[in-house]
C-alpha cells in the first residue's frame, strides 16, 4: 500500500499551505485538492506550490484529460485563489511597447496577443520599474483566470463544450508558462548578493578577433546555429510549441518554425550560416561563447559551456550546485551575463566584461592551466618588427 505522510497532515488554511509543501506525487495531487477547496485565500502558498513544482509535474494526465499536465492543475489552483485587479498605469505601458487595452474585458485573442508581446520585451524587463509592472502582470493574470476558471457563452478562440466555450489547453498553457518564466528570471536575479569588482585592463578585442577565423569552418557553423537557436527562443515558447506532446521534448529550432514567422527563421538561417562578423552583430554574445568553446577544445579538450557556463533556462535545477560551486561559473541573466564566484556576482555585462574577469579570477578549473590564456589577455601584444639589411655590394 503507499505510504503517504499527507495523510497526517490536512490543508485547512492558508498557513498550512504555506508551511506544507509535499514531495511525492499522490502528495501533491491531495494538497492540491485541499488548496482548492479552501477557495480563497492561499495565493501565496499556491505560487510557491506552483513554482517549486512546475517542472516536475509537467507531463501527461493519463485517461481523460488529453493535452493536460499536472502542471496545469497546479495553474488552475494557483487562479482560484487569485484576487483580480484589472488596474494598471497605462502610460507606462504605452512607453514600454506592451500591449493596451482594459484587461476587464480583453478577449482570449487580446490577452495572447499582450503576453507574447511582453515577451518579446521582457529581456529588457531587468531595467523596468516594478511599481508599474507588477500590476500590468496582475491584470493579465486576472484576465487569464476570468477565461480559464469559468465557461463562457461566447469566446473568440475558444473550445465548444456544450451550448458554451471554455479556454483551449493551448492557451492555458500560454498564460501558464508566461507566468513561471516572468516570476522565475526576476526571481533568480535575487539568489546571489552582488559584489561587484573592478575590472582589470585586457586586451579582450585582440584575443576574440582571432577566432573569426574559425567561420569559415562548416562545422562551427553548424554547432553556432543551434546555439543560437537556443537563445533566440522567447519565454515560454517551448511549452506552448510542444503542447501537443506534452513530456517529450521539442528541439528549439522545431519550436521556432512553429512559433515565428518562416520569412525571420530564413533570414536567420542565412546570417548564421554565411554572413561575416558584421552581419552576426545581432548574435554577438553567442558568437564570442561559441568562439571561447572551440578555443578551450581544442586547447584543453574541454566543453567550456559544459563545465562553467549556466544558461538561464537552466538555472532552476542547478541552484544548489551553482551556490556550492567551487570554480567561477558564468551565468546568464535577461540578455547578459554575470561572473559567481564564491557565492557572488562579481562582474556583469557582455563577454568581453565577464570572460575577462573569468579568466582571472580562475585558479586551476577542473585542473587545466590558464598560464597561456592570461598571457594572451592581459598581456599587450607583441609587436613583431623586422630590420632589413643591405650588404654592400
Known sequence: MYQSEYLTVRIVDADDAKACQPEETVDQMLWLLDVYDLKEGCTEGAHAFFMRNYHTLYERIPGCMPRWCKTML????????LTPCF???RAWAIAHNVFVADPATMGVQDLMTALDALSMQWFSAREWDLDKLNPYLHALW???RKWTLFMHATMDRGEPQGDLFKMKPS?????MSRYYWFHQTRDQLTWFERAPQDPEPHFWD?????????LVVRKFRTELATMVWDNVLLYGDTEIA???QIGERMSAYATLYKRHPVCLMQAYQQIVSYGDLDALKRFQDI????????????NYQLDFVKYFVCWERDM??????????MVPVIIQQFDQFALLHDGKIIAEGGLSVVFPAWVRVAKKPHGIALASLREQLFEAPKVHTSTQLELPL
Do not use: E, P
Not at 497546479?74 to 485563489?81: F, G, I, P, R
Not at 492557451?171 to 498564460?175: A, S
Not at 585582440?206 to 574559425?214: C, L, P
Open 74 to 81: 497546479s495553474w488552475v489552483v494557483l487562479l482560484q485563489h
Open 87 to 89: 488596474d494598471y498605469d
Open 142 to 144: 486576472s484576465c487569464a
Open 171 to 175: 492557451d492555458i498553457i500560454g498564460c
Open 206 to 214: 585582440d584575443w576574440i578577433a582571432r577566432g573569426a577565423r574559425h
Open 242 to 244: 510542444s503542447h501537443t
Open 287 to 298: 558568437v564570442h561563447m561559441k568562439m571561447i568553446r572551440t578555443y578551450f577544445q581544442n
Open 316 to 325: 532552476w535545477k542547478h541552484r544548489t550546485a551553482l551556490v556550492g560551486s
